[in-house]
């Protein structure tokens, strides 16, 4: 499959000349897989808190009652402001941790998850835009790193937060990337606009600029942006967030038929559990960078107890990600006036203590 526009080089005698970019796509067999994931991990090195907040939860946490300020510093079974790790320190966190999936040929994959599981970093991983540092990503058995162009050629990624310039329209916005994909003007203007009605958008505004339009209208846009180039893998990373009801199942019908009558893949992050219910033949649930469960919706829906009424993919998701909630009476106001006044005593003597050596070598 090949997708080609034409472009105008000049010869040395000045006369212009046509000249034919192709953009090659490779050939992808059927019984290949859309994606392989493998034992995938990412790692981020992250600031550490500042230091109220670091010596604050590590007190907390130790349910240290005994610690007596004196001299401006903790002593007794408490720390020395100077035994806490600098701000300029960094820890370590895992955003995706040993991930392995395999997403079929014309299948709607969803992955659910708590915010900051680790959904994004995935979708990021999958599509180039970051390096695993583990692992392997394979997409139609391409790998991501090896043949990363291949790969661009072949899919296409919505993000919650995408990316326009801002001054231009709808329509112009589709158009710079159309071309950027190697389709012609003419061929990506009747195909934006087809794109665009598709989704619901009037057409008096694909020529209003984007900062004149609402959220919901703008992830519209980034929704015709990916359909534009026709992926055969799309990944769509909570695409219908800002979106009223209509404008949901506009989308999600267009989903659809991109699956039944163009033959993509879909991989789409959500926080919707009816969205992911309705249009996934398969679910991932992420928590903390790994998967805890994987199975069709009907699937899912069987791993946790009736309990007298049909359980909901609401249900299976609290259930399998639900975090140990505060007791109330684990949560003691007295204690924490305490601990905040104590830190408040070593902060001032800490910056008493500064200004004192400021003075001195003044």
């Known amino acids: 499959m090949s997708i080609s526009s034409p472009d105008r080089t000049r010869l040395a005698t000045g006369k212009p000349?046509?000249?034919e970019t192709?953009?090659?796509?490779?050939?992808?067999?059927?019984?290949?897989?859309?994606?392989?994931?493998?034992?995938?991990?990412?790692?981020?090195?992250?600031?550490?808190?500042?230091?109220?907040?670091?010596?604050?939860?590590?007190?907390?946490?130790?349910?240290?009652d005994s610690a007596v300020v004196a001299d401006g510093k903790i002593v007794g079974d408490g720390k020395a402001a100077g035994d806490l790790p600098k701000n300029t320190e960094?820890?370590?966190?895992?955003?995706?941790?040993?991930?392995?999936?395999?997403?079929h040929r014309g299948e709607i994959y969803g992955i659910l998850g708590p915010n900051g599981s680790g959904k994004s970093t995935l979708v990021r991983l999958l599509s180039t835009l970051l390096i695993?540092?583990?692992?392997?990503?394979?997409?139609?058995?391409?790998?991501?790193?090896?043949?990363?162009?291949?790969?661009?050629?072949?899919?296409?990624?919505?993000?919650?937060d995408a990316a326009f310039f801002k001054k231009l329209s709808p329509l112009e916005n589709l158009l710079y990337g159309a071309r950027l994909y190697g389709?012609?003007?003419?061929?990506?203007?009747?195909?934006?606009?087809?794109?665009?009605?598709?989704?619901?958008?009037?057409?008096?505004t694909y020529t209003q600029p984007m900062e004149e339009m609402s959220r919901g209208m703008q992830q519209k846009v980034a929704i015709a942006r990916a359909f534009l180039t026709q992926p055969i893998l799309l990944l769509l990373d909570e695409p219908t967030t800002g979106l009223d009801p209509?404008?949901?199942?506009?989308?999600?019908?267009?989903?659809?038929?991109?699956r039944d009558v163009h033959d993509a893949t879909i991989l789409i992050t959500t926080h919707d559990m009816g969205?992911?219910?309705?249009?996934?033949?398969?679910?991932?649930?992420?928590?903390?960078?790994?998967?805890?469960?994987?199975?069709?919706?009907?699937?899912?829906k069987t791993l946790i107890n009736r309990n007298g009424h049909e359980p909901t993919l609401e249900d299976v998701f609290m259930e399998l990600t639900g975090k140990k909630l505060v007791e109330k009476d684990d949560f003691n106001l007295e204690e924490v006036?305490?601990?905040?006044?104590?830190?408040?005593?070593?902060?001032?003597?800490?910056?008493?203590?500064?200004?004192?050596?400021?003075?001195?070598?003044a």
């Open 275 to 300: 969205e992911a219910d309705r249009l996934c033949d398969r679910i991932a649930i992420l928590d903390e960078g790994a998967i805890v469960a994987e199975d069709t919706p009907a699937g899912l």
């Open 337 to 361: 006036e305490a601990q905040k006044t104590t830190a408040e005593i070593e902060l001032e003597a800490v910056a008493s203590e500064r200004a004192a050596a400021e003075r001195e070598v």
């Open 132 to 160: 695993p540092d583990e692992g392997q990503v394979q997409v139609f058995g391409l790998d991501v790193l090896k043949d990363e162009m291949a790969v661009k050629r072949l899919i296409n990624r919505v993000s919650v």
């Open 246 to 258: 209509r404008s949901k199942y506009e989308v999600q019908e267009f989903v659809n038929e991109l």
């Open 17 to 19: 000349r046509q000249r």
């Open 90 to 103: 960094k820890r370590t966190v895992t955003a995706v941790d040993t991930v392995t999936l395999d997403v």
């Open 22 to 64: 192709i953009m090659k796509v490779q050939a992808v067999p059927d019984h290949v897989d859309a994606l392989n994931v493998r034992a995938v991990s990412k790692h981020f090195n992250v600031q550490r808190p500042p230091f109220w907040q670091r010596w604050f939860q590590k007190n907390r946490a130790a349910n240290n």
């Open 183 to 204: 389709m012609t003007g003419r061929e990506a203007r009747l195909r934006s606009i087809k794109i665009l009605g598709r989704l619901g958008l009037e057409p008096r």
